[in-house]
């Protein structure tokens, strides 16, 4: 007999952001183990925008649509309760691909499952900045964005997690970091508590003239969260040879077709510009690497992240609906367990 398990299931594919009449909580039992299987108990799981794409239904998303009637897929935290894979023992802490349920059921052979240390001062903080958002920051403004010190760094969606983790490595690398968010209360918590050097609230009346009011010499580095009226917004800003990081596309996740191109897309001629997509998953392998880099700042107070949890897994789809709305500010995180000693 398996534990009790509770699960976010797909039914159908959503509308927009209708999440309640596409996802069920069902009751269920945790399945009988097969080889290769780990069974986690969840203690968080993360909420990403992301999640949305595969949702479907559109079948040109960077990942196939999750089948319907299975648990929505999600990364998560938590203790190893059981296994039948040879790398992993109960009572293991990890880091996974598992759902939005009390426990998740994952093959590492064939999914993202690792192994992470109890000793971090903050747990959260491996589905924080030394999880898939702080590596896709770091690898975002340093790799793909290829900042350089002295740069003027502009990213969008800077109150989310990987927005604002990307702007804080681009200012402890010593570039002049602006963001571009939602709210003047959001805009006050970049620059009073994160220390960026300016922020910008995407509903002013004029983004272009806002943008260029705090980039006079142009933009070197747009890291994008969000396409849209925003990217538009910031090629009109660009300096000549500037790059674009595209990281996400949080306007489009909600259309069952794909968006029109940048209205401004222009500019990439004009100014020679640089643009290019990237993917978390592409880089996981990568990890403990980019963590041991990130590691010195984290120390020294240069890399803080702010949690936004929620908990109980039956609230799960009110705190989904705050990754659209505006309303959360940092890493949204459902809470479904403890931490066991």
């Known amino acids: 007999m398996g534990e009790k398990n509770r699960q976010w299931v797909l039914v159908r594919r959503p509308v927009g952001n209708n999440y309640a009449d596409a996802v069920e909580l069902r009751d269920s039992e945790t399945p009988e183990l097969v080889a290769g299987d780990v069974l986690i108990r969840n203690i968080y799981f993360s909420l990403d925008a992301g999640t949305r794409m595969w949702m479907g239904p559109r079948e040109d998303s960077y990942s196939p649509p999750t089948p319907l009637g299975s648990p929505v897929i999600s990364t998560v935290l938590g203790s190893v309760v059981d296994s039948r894979h040879p790398d992993h023992r109960p009572g293991d802490l990890v880091r996974a691909y598992g759902q939005w349920a009390d426990f998740s059921v994952s093959r590492p052979d064939e999914v993202y499952v690792e192994r992470v240390s109890r000793t971090l001062d ?158 978390s998953p592409d880089f996981y392998h990568r990890g403990p690497d980019l963590n041991r880099r990130m590691r010195p700042w984290y120390e020294q107070g240069l890399l803080r992240m702010a949690f936004d949890v929620t908990p109980g897994l039956e609230n799960t789809l009110d705190a989904y609906a705050r990754l659209f709305t505006g309303e959360k500010l940092g890493k949204a995180l459902v809470q479904v367990g403890e931490l066991d000693t």
């Open 122 to 279: 903050d747990p959260r903080q491996h589905l924080g900045v030394f999880g898939a958002n702080g590596w896709t920051a770091y690898l975002g403004v340093l790799e793909y964005g290829q900042a350089q010190p002295g740069e003027t760094f502009v990213v969008s969606a800077a109150s989310g997690v990987t927005g604002a983790l990307a702007g804080q490595i681009a200012a402890a690398h010593g570039c002049r970091v602006v963001g571009i968010t939602g709210s003047p209360q959001k805009c006050a918590w970049l620059t009073g508590e994160l220390g960026f050097d300016a922020a910008v609230d995407r509903h002013t009346a004029d983004l272009g003239v806002a943008l260029r009011e705090v980039c006079p010499a142009g933009v070197d580095v747009y890291f994008d969260n969000v396409g849209g009226e925003v990217l538009d917004e910031v090629l009109g800003a660009m300096a000549l040879f500037g790059r674009v990081a595209v990281c996400g596309l949080l306007t489009h996740y909600d259309r069952d077709e794909s968006g029109p191109g940048p209205r401004r897309f222009d500019q990439i001629l004009m100014k020679r510009l640089t643009m290019r997509g990237f993917f």
